[in-house]
DNA sequence: GTTTCGGTTCTTTTT
DNA sequence: GAACCGAAAC
């Protein structure tokens, strides 16, 4: 492969380098917030290219699908064309990638469904309902999953973690395991892997089949790892198994941005590599090229209350700076005046609107400030808790290429004759069972069956439908998703919606959006797959909706991961928000993983940072809720930080 | 017996 | 704003 002359000693810096550059054999690539992470492995996978691997050799996995997709394009801008054959993706695409090859060997077909939460959250109150288990007592879906998630996550039984979690014993750890036994044997019978299975499907697939096993590891001459120390066990075994032939496994990763522990990381993945490869290499990488030193000074403080790390210190490059802000107000609403405020001014000292990030512990904290930032007609897009693949339209409409696709996928079934009047759960729950399970649409046989069952009213629409079923395969409709979709919405969607939906001219749009999408995929399978694991449209829906323009951006800290901006603006940094309560109650590493977000939240910044402590919070009923300014406000060093009261600035 | 509608409650973090 | 619950409507 040619790869252009890259001058490695002239973009690099001494430590990237040595990194970029190392010998073949594991090796640990420490790497502190802004110290060119990404640019770092970027170039290794140049270098590696360069060095004449064949990019289909190299394995480059990832925690997020907007990571991946940033290396593989900065990849491209560097190598040119021929590195997409390079293996790149999250570890569930991977996993999926795999699956779709492999999934008959562990008795799935290979058209298996993939839940997102919501249908995960759906299956596991049917099982508790099946079960009869239902009560005020019991634990919501939502636990439940979590609970089967830790259990799955951290290779221990439902029991033991219900145990841990529910310490007075209210909870029965033999009915929790039930209801999870029952979810599993439920999802086997509609062919379906929810996100964990696809990991954990990979993992059993390599334990017990090393001859699928083994044209892997010989195909993966490079394995590199994003964000290691957000690996879970899982994770960190499917990383050990794939390098273990080769050995040349490089993870890239930084142990004081580990976010994740709740849903399974286990940032001594990181701590224990150098004992698990004796010969590892280590690089540390500690230039900071992002922040002024003022607000490194903070982060460094701010991390110093967690001892059990690897040792870094953020060197600064930049020149000297103002200070950080703590901006101290009343309320909610001050706050939200406050930041309005701020944005003002930053705008006035020459920012752009794009140059601003607000980030917030939860969705929630933000409320008050987008109704605010609504009233003042100020735009912001907000990357979302609703995120665009889990709204109810989209769903709904791909409920239909899921039946189409898997024969077995109840839930889809449920939701398509769901929209019928005068079927509601039950209906269609007889239905289902009328039809043996199983709805193969491809079989005119079945569709008279269903046909012949339902109800005048709820027939007449369903015989608008049914022509797409008909011609689905004929047309190859399955390699033309969009086109299924398209004929839907004509034949019965879009009436549906208007009927249904306040906003059914929003949502129609989305659908258009989606089956202009539905283009770059050649098959309806690849479609489905791609945007189960896909969380939001990302990239995509910010370049859409702003025109690249000027808004400011609204966004968890969690999601900020990975992210800069000029200015930063974090909310509500107020004992029992952030820190949240729910978190520091779980378990005692709940502070040392907060404080870490509150370092991430910190080192996002570049330029100016302010921290917004709203003292009362109005509770649900009437009353005020007094709270303390945040633990982390306190920790920093007064001299750090200008320290403000709201309206004194 | 089901569906549908309207009112109430409570918001962590994500693939 | 969506998920849950209870009561009216079919």
């Not at 060095?51 to 925690?63: A, C, G, M, Y």
């Not at 699956?99 to 249908?119: V, W």
């Not at 032939?245 to 994740?260: A, C, E, K, M, T």
């Amino acid at each position: 492969m040619s790869v252009e002359k890259i001058d490695y000693t002239k973009e690099l810096n001494s430590e990237q380098l040595a990194a970029v550059t190392a010998p073949d054999g594991p090796l640990l690539v420490l790497a502190a917030a802004g110290t060119g992470k990404t640019r770092t492995l970027v170039y290794r996978v140049a270098y590696l290219a360069g060095r004449d691997v064949s990019p289909e050799r190299i394995l480059l996995l990832t925690f997020t699908n907007r990571a991946a997709k940033e290396m593989l394009e900065r990849a491209h801008v560097l190598v040119g064309p021929g590195i997409s054959g390079v293996w790149g993706g999250t570890f569930h695409h991977m996993s999926n990638r795999i699956l779709r090859r492999h999934a008959p060997l562990l008795g799935y077909q290979r058209d298996f469904t993939i839940l997102d939460r919501d249908d995960s959250k759906t299956l596991v109150s049917n099982c508790v309902k099946e079960l009869g288990l239902s009560g005020k007592e019991f634990p919501k879906p939502d636990i439940l999953l979590g609970l089967f998630g830790s259990a799955v996550n951290r290779a221990t039984s439902v029991q033991k973690v219900v145990e841990a979690k529910f310490r007075d014993g209210d909870v029965d750890p033999d009915n929790v395991a039930k209801v999870h036994g029952q979810y599993e044997g439920r999802k086997k019978k509609l062919g379906a892997m929810d996100f964990d299975d696809l990991l954990v499907n990979c993992l059993k697939l390599f334990r017990e089949k090393p001859e699928v096993l083994g044209p892997y590891q010989a195909q993966f001459l490079h394995v590199l790892v994003d964000e290691y120390q957000d690996t879970n066990p899982i994770q960190a075994e499917l990383v050990d198994m794939l390098a273990a032939r080769n050995r040349n496994v490089l993870v890239v990763g930084d142990d004081f941005q580990s976010i994740y522990s709740w849903r399974g990381a286990d940032f001594r993945n990181i701590m224990s590599f150098p004992e698990r490869y004796k010969d590892a290499r280590i690089y540390k990488l500690e230039t900071n090229y992002r922040s002024v030193p003022e607000i490194l000074e903070v982060a460094n403080a701010c991390i110093a209350g967690n001892p059990l790390q690897y040792q870094k210190t953020l060197r600064a490059t930049r020149s000297s700076h103002r200070k950080p802000l703590v901006l101290r107000m009343r309320d909610g609403g001050e706050q939200a005046r406050c930041v309005v405020d701020q944005i003002r001014n930053l705008c006035r000292s020459g920012y752009r609107m794009s140059d601003i990030a607000v980030l917030y512990r939860a969705h929630y904290h933000a409320m008050e400030l987008q109704m605010e930032l609504a009233r003042e007609r100020m735009p912001y897009v907000i990357t979302s808790g609703v995120r665009f693949f889990e709204q109810a339209h989209i769903k709904d409409v791909c409920s239909l290429l899921r039946l189409l696709e898997n024969p077995s996928d109840e839930m889809a079934f449920m939701r398509l004759v769901g929209f019928l009047p005068g079927v509601g759960p039950k209906t269609a729950q007889k239905l289902w069972n009328e039809m043996g399970g199983r709805f193969d649409t491809n079989d005119s046989a079945q569709r008279m069956k269903l046909k012949s069952m339902l109800k005048s009213a709820a027939k007449e629409l369903w015989l608008g439908v049914e022509p797409i079923l008909e011609t689905y395969r004929a047309e190859h409709l399955d390699e033309d998703g969009g086109e299924a979709i398209f004929r839907f919405v004509e034949a019965f969607y879009g009436r549906h919606a208007v009927n249904v939906f306040e906003d059914s001219e929003r949502r129609l749009d989305d659908i258009r959006e989606l089956i202009l999408y539905t283009s770059r995929f050649d098959k309806v399978q690849n479609f489905l797959s791609d945007i189960a694991l896909l969380t939001n449209l990302d990239a995509e829906a910010e370049n859409l909706a702003s025109g690249d323009g000027e808004v400011v951006r609204l966004s968890t800290v969690h999601q900020a991961k990975g992210l800069e901006w000029p200015a930063v603006i974090v909310l509500w940094m107020s004992e029992g928000m952030f820190p949240s309560a729910r978190s520091m109650e779980e378990s005692s590493e709940g502070e040392a993983e907060e404080r870490r977000l509150f370092y991430v939240a910190v080192t996002r910044a570049k330029d100016e940072l302010c921290l917004c402590v709203p003292e009362v919070r109005r509770t649900r009923d009437g009353g005020m809720m007094y709270y303390l300014p945040s633990r982390f406000i306190d920790e920093i060093p007064r001299e750090m930080i200008k320290d403000v009261r709201a309206g004194f600035i």
